[in-house]
């Protein structure tokens, strides 16, 4: 999304959002760089002050820009601690590690909630989601698998995407308006199971990173269940401590 849709469901805020924080992902706009200042984006895009500052204030919340009295807004450089303190899906953040992604599909189908799950989802044993399974590589090297369950009545049809170029959670925000406000994230180390080890390239029972994660609404409702396999040997989740 490059243009602000007049005749779009989604607010004026949220699409200039997406075009800003896409203009960073995609390197439109490189650390270092200055970004337009507010009158350029007000006339560019046909919207008002404070819709400017309300999505100059999303980005510098999640570490993506910097205001510098006097001088104007800048793209910041990354920091490699950002995976653990922002949401950070799999394209920017090897990106930012100057990688680049691509994805193959697994799986993608409609299942029913087990147990731990729905619990998880606070949604009852049996609820249908959407479930996409997808391996995660960087410059062709195999780096982990994603196994992403959503709560299907939240955003019907959502697998009709094509999730080897599209980005799943792009799709959220702009088909149905879902932007993750938080998540809860649990990790620790296991052993590679042996039906992962030939996907990944790598022996069963070396080590991996694995996720589990839940994504939450604006509203507060959690609609993502992400579970992700990361090889150890490639992947390092970073974080930098304040004492």
């Known amino acids: 999304m490059r243009r602000i849709s007049r005749s779009s469901k989604l607010p004026l805020y949220h699409q200039l959002y997406q075009i800003l924080r896409g203009n960073i992902a995609d390197g ?12 350029e984006l007000i006339d560019r895009y046909r919207v008002s002050r ?4 309300q999505v100059l204030d999303m980005l510098a919340s999640e570490g993506l820009i910097e205001r510098k009295q006097g001088l104007g807004t800048f793209v910041i450089h990354p920091t490699v601690d950002q995976g653990l303190v922002r949401i950070v899906n799999f394209t920017e953040d090897m990106r930012l590690r100057g990688c680049e992604p691509s994805s193959r599909v697994l799986f993608s189908g409609l299942v029913r909630a087990v147990q731990d799950i729905a619990e998880k989802l606070q949604v009852e044993p049996g609820e249908e989601l959407a479930r996409l399974e997808r391996l995660r590589l960087a410059d ?11 709560v299907h009545r939240y955003c019907p049809g959502i697998l009709q995407g094509d ?10 925000e702009q088909n149905y308006g879902i932007r993750w406000a938080h998540a809860t994230q649990a990790i620790r180390a ?16 070396s080590a991996l990173l694995f996720l589990e994660r839940v994504s939450y609404t604006q509203e507060g409702l959690p609609v993502e269940f992400l579970r992700i396999y990361y090889r150890a040997d490639l992947y390092v989740l970073y974080n930098e401590l304040q004492g």
Do not use: N
């Open 50 to 53: 404070t819709t400017v500052r």
């Open 163 to 172: 999730y080897e170029t599209a980005s799943l959670r792009e799709a959220l």
């Open 140 to 150: 062709g090297e195999p780096m982990g698998i994603e196994e992403s369950y959503l």
């Open 190 to 205: 296991i052993l590679t199971p042996p039906e992962l080890a030939s996907t990944l390239g790598i022996k069963a029972r």
């Open 28 to 39: 439109d706009w490189q650390p270092g760089d200055m970004i337009p200042p507010e009158s």
